[in-house]
């Protein structure tokens, strides 16, 4: 069976299980079939499906009844909860003999492993090294519904599952969760769910719901209009059994299509590449996913980030307060904090607020700023730097306004501030503006309402005093305008001339954003120069000759082989490959020898060979560390080749 | 397979030591309990007489690495030491107390072997036994001990305490005669080799032996759980068990079971299991022909119809209850195809779901609400 990645989204991936003449697409789910003595499971939701025999006991293990099945478990870990680790530990030094005796007979192909939450992390992760020692792709997860009330064990168990195992396993989970947990443990790493509380819960006359599920007798009114469903009058009729299908009654049709539009949902969302905003929607259906998605936030975000695309089109909604800690907000502010620096010529920042348009500069109220920032001096306009100032972002240079996810956010705007949304915010504007090297900067901050209580914080941590230039709150009428403008000349009276040069700025700011902070100076020389049309991507010139192009969509940089040259020079977001010649426009994992852990999906990045010489540009089709550790699929796109 | 130590043992072992330091200092000439109850006779029902001594305890559950994962009735027993005449005398007031009282039956429990000369010493076996031998209305005395302790050498002299005509019976944990279940699932120190042994040699010295089995231990699935029981009932009778108790794990504080069920991972069986199991003996027996080796299949649960014992919804726990009482008594299956409640169903879905994910925890869905 082959693993095709399509999309990876933190721990979720969206992928096809492919045999010869057929597939299944996960996540997807797994149905308990055949008769009595002669169970097995069923994957899939779609005409498609893949068969896995039964798992063996973990305290008498005997490899259990297979045939033609297309996965076969090789192993059930004695690892449950209160179990010694001392105990584990002898017990996976024996099962890894028997094991390794098994997959003499058993392809690896195939092999699929069982393993339970334990209380030692220890245990775990011995557990998890053998999995990886061993190359088994397919792990199944049972005994979890206990940990349904144990948010933290939960979380943390399948973060170290997910975290550590590469990106080809997939993962199984057998118990039968009820789906309106399915969301955030696919978010968590589970790529196929056991359909059985449909079942359970149809044995028990409940009905369920999109967000949950109650007694059929206590539901008062018909909100689903399936098969089932519609085929009744009242909904005590569902109990009634089908007509076609006598083993079965209408209830449990309903609850299967509950059951099946839940999986199809979270691969929709993996499809649209916002998987993220499905789960904040689903969190209200149990406290377990609101606390397991804040844990993943705050304990497991640097995993997350490694496996979430850098560059993205699809539309950020901010709407409920897990919002400000999604890892693309996230890795924003961190890279703000650690790429991004005012420069030194710079000597006036002017805080603006942000605009529900994106980008910025294209909104009516930036419009006016910039014509205004026009109106100075163009000798002088080089000394200004500007900053929007937002929620959850916080700072984003002007230079950056293009870049997912600056200009790929919506938040309901209702001039209230939360306490939270003003420390982020107001944490940003202060790492910026105290790192700036020289100490010589003027702060106008051309702000109304509640943007002032945040600069004022600010100032109040920065010691600084900035200048105010909104008059009567309305930072885009005449009056203020004309104070902004007077500000600014009042202040640049005082200063020398310098020259501006908006397109070297714009493009060694992004370099820097995507790279690290200083490459991109070398990168780009002083005289390179943009030449685009609206909506159109940007070329980057320099001596007539193409040296980058940056897409509109997401504002990221495409490295060239001239460019290219200077992150080979520095060995960043390098991927070593292991032979002399590129072939074909795909490298494969298999071929990579080494790679910079910082890659993410969709960065762009340098092609080395073994002796650190640059051979070629492209993008990363998977994480810098799961090139290196998985041996099946496409690791990197090649655009460039030398 | 020759091991006899479980997988888990040390661990047993480990929780085990926790709940022995907690043991209370008991009056040691008092008996822990006695009773008359309705009981199953060999003939029909009538009453026994029930002894619980207050003994040192058993000496597989008290010894270093020893001890069952299940079993907490070392918890029971006295820290303190118990001499000859403390036991004489607990089994003399107890008998005394009832002496005016009708039953046709004792039987005599001691939280270990009563065989066992270290635990209960030759003079007291014989004592306690010549006490009831007075009795001219019991006709049947049953006494429990591990197979080790029955030898020929200890039940000679026993025997001799007790008419001809009056039957002894000899209750043997065997829980399981799977070897790698009892010795890996329960820790229960002996393989079914010393079982048959023992089984013979009360044979050949007059005497009758109850097989106690466990409906259930830590790790088997409700279905392996059935077909675990049933096997080994049918391996008792042909190797000359005539009586069969089935006991339904029932979960003991401080012991390795109660972890399990504490984090939710065991569940005691259903009385649907305990039915199948019943039923299925039943029919095996007629089918194999051994309806002439077989005196009773009983079943008494301990805390039935509570989470820590065997139990079904609690629309049908009573009724169960009552239905096994009933059924252990008459030895008559009618009632248990009487009953009826529509959890069974979800009972079915349970064990099938069960098997195919090995997930222990499946009690936590039998209240779908608390999840939605």
């Known amino acids: 069976m082959k693993f095709q990645l399509s999309v990876s989204a933190g721990f979720a991936k969206l992928a096809k299980l492919r045999n010869e003449n057929m597939f299944v697409e996960i996540p997807t789910t797994m149905t308990v079939s055949g008769n009595e003595d002669d169970l097995f499971w069923k994957i899939g939701d779609g005409k498609d499906s893949i068969t896995m025999n039964l798992p063996p006991s973990s305290l008498n293990q005997q490899i259990s009844k297979h045939g033609e099945e297309d996965l076969v478990f090789i192993a059930n870990i004695l690892m449950h909860r209160s179990l010694d680790s001392s105990i584990i530990k002898k017990q996976l030094a024996k099962t890894k003999a028997q094991m390794i005796g098994v997959l003499e007979e058993i392809p690896l192909e195939k092999a699929t492993v069982l393993i339970q939450p334990t ?5 775990l992760r011995a557990v998890l090294e053998l999995i990886k020692e061993l190359e088994i792709k397919y792990v199944a997860i049972t005994n979890f519904l206990p940990l349904l009330n144990n948010q933290r064990l939960a979380i943390n168990f399948l973060a170290e599952i997910s975290s550590t195992l590469p990106i080809d396993s997939v993962l199984y989970l057998l118990s039968p969760i009820p789906h309106t ?61 089908d007509q076609k299908n006598t083993e079965k009654n209408l209830l449990e049709k309903h609850n299967e299509w509950i059951v099946s539009k839940k999986i199809r949902e979270i691969r929709n969302s993996l499809r649209n590449q916002d998987l993220r905003s499905y789960v904040e929607q689903m969190i209200y259906s149990n406290v377990f996913s609101g606390a397991s998605l804040r844990l993943l936030d705050k304990h497991h975000i640097v995993s997350i980030i490694s496996r979430t695309p850098t560059w993205k089109t699809s539309l950020i909604k901010h709407i409920t307060e897990y919002s400000y800690y999604r890892p693309e907000i996230q890795e924003f502010q961190k890279r703000i904090r650690e790429r991004y620096q005012i420069a030194d010529s710079k000597k006036i920042a002017v805080i603006f607020p942000c605009s529900a348009r994106k980008p910025y500069s294209q909104s009516r109220s930036h419009e006016r700023y910039i014509q205004t920032l026009g109106s100075v001096s163009n ?28 200009a790929h956010y919506d938040i309901p705007v209702t001039g209230d501030w939360s306490h939270e949304e003003v420390q982020i915010a107001a944490g940003q504007l202060v790492n910026v503006l105290s790192r700036k090297k020289s100490s010589d900067l003027t702060v106008i901050a051309h702000v109304s309402n509640e943007y002032i209580d945040l600069c004022k914080e600010a100032e109040r941590q920065l010691k600084l005093k900035f200048k105010y230039t909104a008059v009567n709150d309305k930072p885009t009428a005449a009056a203020s305008l004309s104070k902004l403008k007077d500000e600014l000349n009042s202040t640049l009276e005082k200063l020398d001339i310098t020259s501006y040069k908006p397109d070297v700025e714009l493009v060694q700011t992004i370099a820097d954003y995507q790279y690290g902070l200083g490459l991109g100076k070398e990168m780009f020389a002083d005289n390179c120069k943009i030449r685009s049309k609206p909506n159109q991507p940007m070329f980057i010139m320099q001596d007539k000759q193409q040296i980058g192009v940056i897409h509109p969509e997401t504002g990221k940089l495409n490295l060239t082989l001239e460019t290219g040259k200077i992150l080979a020079k520095h060995k960043k977001y390098f991927v070593t490959f292991n032979n002399k010649e590129l072939e074909g426009s795909t490298l494969f994992s298999i071929g990579v020898e080494d790679a910079d852990l910082q890659i993410r999906p969709s960065d762009s990045v340098v092609i080395l060979n073994e002796k650190n010489e640059l051979i070629g540009v492209g993008n990363a089709i998977i994480s810098g560390k799961d090139m290196v550790e998985t041996k099946r699929g496409p690791a990197v796109k090649v655009k460039q080749k030398i | 397979m020759s091991e006899t130590k479980g997988i888990l043992a040390e661990q047993i072992c480990s929780f085990k030591k926790k709940s022995l330091q907690k043991r209370k200092a008991r009056d040691t000439k008092k008996a822990i309990a006695s009773w008359i109850e309705d009981d199953r006779l060999i003939n029909g029902p009538g009453k026994a007489l029930v002894i619980i001594l207050n003994s040192k305890g058993c000496e597989w559950g008290l ?64 004592a306690i036994l010549t006490m009831i031998n007075k009795f001219e209305s019991v006709s049947e005395v049953i006494v429990e001990s591990r197979p080790e302790f029955v030898t020929q050498t200890t039940l000679r002299k026993v025997r001799k305490s007790l008419d001809k005509d009056k039957q002894l019976e000899i209750g043997i944990g065997l829980e399981s005669s799977n070897d790698l279940v009892r010795i890996n699932n329960i820790n229960k120190g002996f393989l079914f080799e010393d079982y048959k042994k023992a089984v013979k040699t009360a044979l050949s010295e007059n005497t009758r032996v109850k097989t106690y089995l466990l409906l259930k231990p830590p790790f088997l699935t409700e279905k392996e759980a059935i077909t675990d029981t049933i096997q080994s009932a049918i391996d008792a009778i042909k190797n000359g068990s005539r009586s069969i108790s089935i006991n339904p794990l029932n979960v003991q504080s401080g012991t390795f079971v109660y972890n399990l069920w504490k984090n939710g991972i065991y569940r005691p069986p259903w009385f649907w299991t305990l039915k199948s199991v019943l039923l299925e003996i039943w029919r095996q027996i007629n089918k194999q022909k051994l309806a002439e080796k077989v005196d009773r299949i009983l079943s008494d649960p301990s805390g039935a119809g509570t989470s820590r014992g065997i139990h079904n919804c609690f629309k049908c726990n009573k009724d169960f209850n009552k239905a096994i009482k009933e059924y252990s008594l008459n030895q008559d299956n009618t009632i248990l195809n009487n009953i009826i409640c529509s959890c069974q169903n979800l009972w079915l879905e349970l064990l099938r779901q069960e098997e195919a994910s090995r997930d222990y925890s499946l009690q936590i869905v039998e209240t779908p609400q608390n999840l939605l």
């Open chain 1, 379 to 406: 000798r002088k306009r080089g000394f200004i730097q500007e900053l929007i100032l937002t929620s959850p972002l916080g700072v984003i240079p002007r230079e950056l306004e293009l870049v997912y996810p600056a």
């Open chain 1, 119 to 123: 209380d030692s992390l220890e245990s």
């Open chain 1, 181 to 241: 947990y399915w969301p955030i443990l696919a978010y968590a790493g589970i790529s196929v769910f056991s359909d059985g509380f449909a079942n359970i819960s149809s044995k028990q006359a409940f009905y369920l719901t999109d967000f949950g599920g109650d007694k059929l007798d206590a539901i008062s009114e018909k909100t689903c209009f399936c098969e089932a469903c519609n085929s009744v009058n009242q909904l005590s009729e569902l109990l009634l059994p």
């Open chain 2, 63 to 126: 010894s270093i690495d020893g001890g069952c994962s299940m079993c907490g009735y070392s918890n029971e027993t006295s820290a303190l030491e118990i001499t000859t005449d403390d036991l004489i005398i607990q089994a003399k007031d107890s008998i005394e107390k009832y002496s005016t009282k009708e039953f046709h039956s004792v039987k005599i429990f001691n939280s270990g072997s009563f065989l066992d000369t270290n635990e209960i010493s030759i003079e007291a076996q014989t």
